[in-house]
């Protein structure tokens, strides 16, 4: 299975959980236990964002720094840069 699919196995888990968290927060649920809940679905983004990080590096990234155009290059330098930026916010 390629980082892509596990990717989407952790976006499908995050979407179940999140679903629940919503339901305990609608239930007036213990707050300790939806914030543990919470975290799961955090960890499970966070995962799946590394996943396509590593996908996108080992991909279109290395296709882009063998490539002799020079724009293309920078482009996605940029790209990367600015996503790593969002993910540390």
Do not use: T
């Given at each position: 299975m390629d980082k892509k699919q596990k990717a989407l196995i952790n976006f499908k888990k995050a979407n179940s959980l999140l679903a629940k968290v919503i339901k305990m927060t609608e239930n007036s649920e213990y707050c300790v236990s939806i914030m543990q809940q919470n975290?799961?679905?955090?960890?499970?983004?966070?995962?799946?964002?590394?996943?396509?990080m590593e996908n996108h590096l080992s991909s279109c990234f290395k296709s882009a720094m063998v490539s002799k155009n020079e724009k293309v290059k920078e482009q996605m330098t940029k790209?990367?840069?600015?996503?790593?930026k969002l993910a540390n916010k």
């Open positions: 975290l799961a679905v955090i960890g499970l983004l966070k995962s799946a964002h590394q996943l396509l790209e990367i840069l600015a996503v790593s």
